[in-house]
DNA sequence: AAGGAAAATGAAGAAATATTGAAAAATTCA
DNA sequence: TGAATTTTTCAATATTTCTTCATTTTCCTT
């Protein structure tokens, strides 16, 4: 447990209520008070996003895409804008839920319970099993065929992200933004020479290469 | 994709909205008119569960939780009950969203996709189906009658944008552009040649050639 | 209906680009 | 300081992209 949310929302009163109510039911909060805000302190770590759509600088709808485009966190809209319009483009822009103010702390409670549940394997689990593979998460080990093959830092999470999301493309980019930090400063060609130590290594043909595109490994069949 | 839902629900004029509205948009629908039938035609084909709360024989909480105690499938409770305790009382016995009557049939579809694109184990990213032909967009993998594709970016970037719409015909420098950027400075004859790969690796006659204009992608009937 | 012009297709080779492998340089960590 | 790791760089290789031109198809004119 222990999960971390994302609120963002300019107005104070909000915030507190949110503030009262959420941490009593076992939430670390991270709050941002207007668009720029709300993009920057977004991170891995963050479960969850509440957010508001009329918000200074960049509204709601910019910030749930610039996230969206490279994270697939539950989004809840939490705002004043009850008509059916404002709802559609939320929902456009894949939200997953959308809830006018006035709101009911409680329901909204529910309501990210009922999202979290839904949440995927991905961090619920300690190990991340694929073909002859294995990867030990809490203790850092990796195993191919029973024997231990030893990941440099990089190397491990290049891997984790990548079978975390079997089937994705990721392009040289993306997996320096989620692995390096989206402000680091490093040639994109480091993702390759990463990858290539991490194939010699598990020495199976895991990891595809999209020509011009990025890297993928298979879902399994 | 063709999802199976199942809809527990005894009035007929919502019956009927939801039957022209949800098959329009792909799905199939499974109806029963009380709480006994809704139970009886629960099965593990059934993708997602909209249920109503006054139900002659049981009500829909005791549906609910039937079901809740054989399977994890999405329910969404639509009903009349828009008081905060039916509210709680839903979701305490896991549903995955509440709508209150009278309810909005776009908005209904946008929580129904919302809530199955959480789910785990089929999560197949986005994708393009025309014919017997599959895009995955995520994942960058195209298939034909089920086996897969391999395209160069180009293939794939003028398949992508051709299917995305439809019917519309575009031109070679339309395609420059969208593909190539606008300051791109090549051939236009590039696009034929890149066409006539992509026409030779998916071996059917999607794209049509306009004498004079350019290439269109028909829409299905 | 025949001939000619315009447009589209097919194919092949050249040019450009992306990926890989490998190794040197820089950095971090103990 | 020394070892391991991370990052940069660069040449070799593989693949794609682009150009060109001959061939075929379609359409228009007579």
């Known amino acids: 447990m222990n999960e971390k949310v994302l609120i963002v929302e300019d107005d ?21 008070a207007d668009g720029v805000e709300g993009i920057a302190r977004f991170n891995e770590k963050i479960s969850l996003v509440i957010l508001d759509i009329m918000l200074p600088k960049i509204d709601g709808f910019g910030v749930c895409e610039v996230i969206r ?20 483009k939320g929902y456009a822009g894949k939200i997953d839920d959308y809830i006018p103010k006035p709101f009911s702390a ?43 093959v030893v990941l440099t830092q990089k190397e491990f999470e290049l891997l984790k992200i990548m079978l975390e999301n079997k089937g994705k493309v ?26 290539k130590n991490l194939r010699k290594k598990l020495s199976g043909s895991y990891i595809k290469t ?10 399994e069949k």
């Open 12 to 32: 104070f009163d909000i915030q507190s209520i949110l503030k009262n109510y959420l941490e009593d039911a076992g939430y670390q909060l991270v709050f941002a």
């Open 69 to 88: 485009s490279k994270s697939d966190v539950p989004i809840i809209m939490l705002t004043a804008l009850a008509d059916e319009k404002s709802q559609l």
């Open 106 to 148: 409680k329901i909204l409670l529910c309501k990210m319970e009922a999202i979290l549940r839904r949440r995927c394997a991905s961090d619920e689990g300690e190990q991340l099993i694929y073909k002859n593979l294995k990867m030990d998460l809490t203790g850092h080990h990796v195993f191919c065929d029973g024997t231990e």
């Open 170 to 195: 990721f392009t040289r980019q993306m997996l320096l933004d989620r692995i390096w930090g989206i402000d680091a400063y490093v040639e994109e060609r480091i993702v390759d020479s990463h990858l």
């Open 210 to 219: 999209i020509r011009g595109v990025g890297y993928r490994i298979d879902v």
